[in-house]
């Protein structure tokens, strides 16, 4: 069974959140069910954002954390500052550890989150991100880059997803909106660009893929 007339809908939904998704112009297929449990688990990613108390650790988006752990012991805490934004406060947290080898700033407003980090390992790494995350809705985007100049060539990895305005109903699922990824890589001997996104909804379980 073919679905353009159906995609055609979903797409028009979808470009007012961002006129950058690709291949809307494309027929699509329903995903399978292991495109459906990769497209949840970097969802995720998202959802895991959350609040924390000042005079604990911050908890960051999954990666982060194993970012963190490389370069930055127990010891290292964060600056901590806040400001009241008309009835709620915006919290703002600054890093500086061994010698600026982890540095950057994390910031949460209500369900508004933003960061910008860098770390000093066998690579540069830079992580960057602004997101809306709720239970019924997550938008913005996530971006970590590692490079590294070897004088000759650069080497290095960057990895982006987009959140577009998707939305979840009571019981999580997601019935509306859509995600982009992107992966690209320049290794020694070998390049790779990937670029893939979904469309959901509009019922509970539907995923849509390029064909």
Known sequence: MRHTSFTHALCALALPLSLSLAACGDERRPANDTEKDLVVAVLETGLHLHDTNSNERITLPPGTETLIGLVVDAVCSAKVSTVTVGDHVKETLVFDCKDGDFKGNFSRELDHYSFDLFARTSLDVTYTGDVTARKDFVDGF??????????????????RIDFLGIQRDASGCMIGGAMKMELHANIPGKKVDVSTDALFGPTCGEVWVRK
């Open 142 to 159: 996530v971006e970590l880059k590692a490079i590294k100049d070897l004088w000759i060539t650069d080497i290095g990895v960057s990895d």
